[in-house]
């Protein structure tokens, strides 16, 4: 069994996804005829679109319409993915590629429908690197709540104290202290100065080394 794991947030840790989902949700307020109030996609970062629908938004409470209008949301940013393409963020490659040659497990922890990572694994080809996925549809409690990451460290075999969360939403943060897990905040979506109740700060992964995990997973 390995000493620590790294559990991976996606959108914004992974990938740079917020112009390609920024904009998915104003084709589907378009077309659907719907506001979106000021500050919607910053208010509802690192959610589930089952919370940010009627919580953020305001649009419904019925649980059909949520996740009709959730589906068409994330169809809406595939198709941009497809089209457009996507990268993943400055040293992630690097970081990943340290990971897996010193034999550290790794998995993503996600409020992101599994459908979009797979879209984006295929695109940008680091699929390799990731040994579970956890998304969306694999949890009943969003960010807040701790269930994504401590299923991924069940996934990975590795106790949840043993576990660093790399994450860059405030929600994120949050779950990965609840599920009693070490945190490095990734400063792509928020100021650092924003993320204090992480561990410790980066602004891009490969800022990171061997020694410090080592140093966070208490080993």
């Known amino acids: 069994m390995s000493k620590f794991a790294v559990l991976f947030d996606w959108d914004g840790v992974v990938i740079d996804s917020r112009e390609q989902h ?51 949301k994330e169809e809406a940013y595939r198709e941009l993915v497809r089209k457009n393409g996507i990268e993943p963020l400055p040293g992630v490659r690097e970081f990943l590629t340290m990971l897996a040659a010193a ?12 459908s979009n990572i797979d879209c984006a694994l295929e695109i ?3 699929g390799e690197f990731f040994r579970k996925i956890i998304a969306a549809e694999d949890v009943t409690r969003g960010k807040p709540d701790p269930e994504v990451f401590l299923n991924g460290a069940k996934a990975l075999g590795v106790s949840p104290d043993r576990c660093i969360v790399l994450e860059d939403a405030h929600v994120g943060i ?3 202290r609840a599920g009693g897990m070490k945190v490095v905040g990734v400063a792509t979506t928020h100021p650092a ?16 080394d061997l020694a410090s995990l080592r140093q966070l997973a208490g080993y």
């Open 174 to 176: 949050q779950a990965a």
């Open 193 to 208: 100065e924003s993320l204090s109740k992480a561990d410790l700060v980066v602004h891009r992964l490969d800022e990171l």
């Open 22 to 72: 920024e904009k998915s949700w104003d084709l589907l307020a378009a077309r659907e005829n719907l506001p979106l109030p000021e500050g919607h996609f910053e208010n509802g970062f690192g959610m589930r679109n089952e919370s940010i629908i009627p919580d953020i938004l305001g649009w419904s409470t019925d649980p059909e319409e949520i996740s009709r209008l959730a589906f068409e």
């Open 103 to 114: 034999g550290i497990p790794t998995a993503v922890g996600s409020s992101t429908p599994r």
């Open 124 to 126: 940008t080809g680091i």
